[in-house]
């Protein structure tokens, strides 16, 4: 009579699961009939060996997905973190540069504003000065015309355009009556943007575009900007008129 096989316990343990099971089956039940066991023997465990390793593969790429899903978990709430601070940084950049713009705007608008009152100041001045009856001359110092008012645009004869940014002493103060040199050191107009002195001279002459003179009665007298002397101001009359 056949006699049932001993089958090992690890070849249960290398077939496992289901395939062990099927083998176990298969044992008690092969009483008379060896050739069962054998010829189901092989296949059972490739087949419970293939099993195996198919659910040990899946078991490593569920933990493989799960450890790829955490590290891409990870990745997004680090990405969402930095976007969030670059947000956050330009939103307050953006506060920052329109507080500056409006300071700007401010300044800019004060500015207009302030410039527009110094035109207007400008424009009344300076009909003020040609509303005098009185020649005035503004002088930087280097004795250089800065202003000069209407009523001493007549008496000389020049246009202002001509005289301003020339040396007011070349044009109109050059020569004494009797027709000789007028150095401009012994000038009186010269000495005040010079020594910082109010000069008067009268019996003086002036001299015209045209060649001619007539005589002047001035007052020269200095400009001072923080302690510095920066010029004079000439106010003269033609003393024919006054005559």
Known sequence: MWEKPNIPLGLLTLSGG??????????RSSAGAPNLLLILLPPIIVFGGGLAGIL????????????LNQELDEERRLRLEVQSQCEETIAKRIFELQVAN???????????????????????LKLILDSA???????????????INRAAALMLGWEPEELIGNTHHQLIHHHH???????????PIYMAYRDGLVHFRTGDVFWCKNG???PV?????????????????????????FL
């Open 212 to 214: 001619t003179s007539f």
């Open 102 to 124: 409006g300071a700007l705007n401010r300044e800019i608008a004060e500015r207009i504003q302030a410039e527009g009152e110094v035109r207007e100041l400008q424009k009344q």
């Open 217 to 241: 009665e001035y007052v020269s007298t200095p400009i001072r900007d923080r302690g510095m002397l920066t010029g004079a101001v000439v106010v003269f009359r033609d003393m024919n008129t």
């Open 56 to 67: 040990l593969l899946r078991d490593n790429l569920r933990q493989s997905i799960s450890r």
């Open 133 to 147: 009856g009185e020649g005035i001359l503004g002088l930087d110092n280097k004795g250089r015309v800065v202003f």
């Open 18 to 27: 289901l395939a062990g099971v099927i083998l176990l089956i298969a044992w």
């Open 177 to 187: 009556a009797d027709g000789t040199p007028h150095p401009e050191e012994e000038c």
